[in-house]
T-cell receptor, first 113, second 113 residues
Framework: DAGVTQSPTHLIKTRGQHVTLRCSPISGHKSVSWYQQVLGQGPQFIFQYYEKEERGRGNFPDRFSARQFPNYSSELNVNALLLGDSALYLC????????????FGPGTRLTVL | RKEVEQDPGPFNVPEGATVAFNCTYSNSASQSFFWYRQDCRKEPKLLMSVYSSGNEDGRFTAQLNRASQYISLLIRDSKLSDSATYLCVVPGGTMDSNYQLIWGAGTKLIIKP
């Protein structure tokens, strides 16, 4: 069975640009969470979606938005990129609740120049 | 006080030794806890869940001290392959409001031959 997939794996953008990251959860999982991880830190929670609704939001500015589609895949959008947005963006899927085991994708490494 | 705190290490330990590290948390209402393992430039993977006083899985033992609000991870007979960063995860918010997982910054473990 396929695990969590994310695309693209690497991305280079310049300040002010917009980026869209994509995630496909494990088949049968209905919850997707997004995290930002900068070097030397643990993942920081950005969003959780369950059944296409936002169920949790971390302390990130409105430049960050996300959505979940009927097939449970998800997109994370970041507008007006800043240098500080450079990080590894992780997507995790879980069966239902965020406290169910989270299975992570390989991440998208975003570099903002 | 940070919501989840871990000693960043690194812990340099000879192969075969026993090593333990702690994680302190601030949300006294938390009921479940997790230890994840993250290899360099890889995604986190669940190592162990802790729902009551503790959990044991082979060489790994997690213990929960609710009174002092910390969880510990003990690794016995350490292997070279145990070298990784160990992330402590604690639920934040409430089930009705912005439920999310709060991640520690991780403890880096290096097992030396």
């Amino acid at each position: 069975d396929a695990g969590v997939t994310q695309s693209p794996t690497h991305l280079i953008k310049t300040r002010g640009q917009h980026v869209t990251l994509r995630c496909s959860p494990i088949s049968g999982h209905k919850s997707v969470s997004w995290y930002q991880q900068v070097l030397g830190q643990g993942p920081q929670f950005i969003f959780q979606y369950y059944e296409k609704e936002e169920r949790g939001r971390g302390n990130f500015p409105d430049r960050f938005s996300a959505r979940q589609f009927p097939n449970y895949s998800s997109e994370l959008n970041v507008n007006a990129l800043l240098l500080g947005d450079s990080a590894l963006y992780l997507c995790a899927s879980s069966l239902v609740l965020v406290t169910d085991t989270q299975y992570f994708g390989p991440g998208t490494r975003l570099t903002v120049l | 006080r940070k919501e989840v705190e871990q000693d960043p290490g690194p812990f340099n330990v000879p192969e075969g030794a026993t090593v333990a590290f702690n994680c302190t948390y601030s949300n006294s209402a938390s009921q479940s806890f997790f230890w994840y393992r993250q290899d360099c430039r890889k995604e986190p993977k669940l190592l162990m869940s802790v729902y009551s006083s503790g959990n044991e899985d082979g060489r790994f033992t997690a213990q929960l001290n609710r009174a002092s609000q910390y969880i510990s991870l003990l690794i016995r007979d350490s292997k070279l392959s145990d070298s990784a960063t160990y992330l402590c995860v604690v639920p934040g918010g409430t089930m009705d409001s912005n439920y999310q997982l709060i991640w520690g910054a991780g403890t880096k473990l290096i097992i030396k031959p």
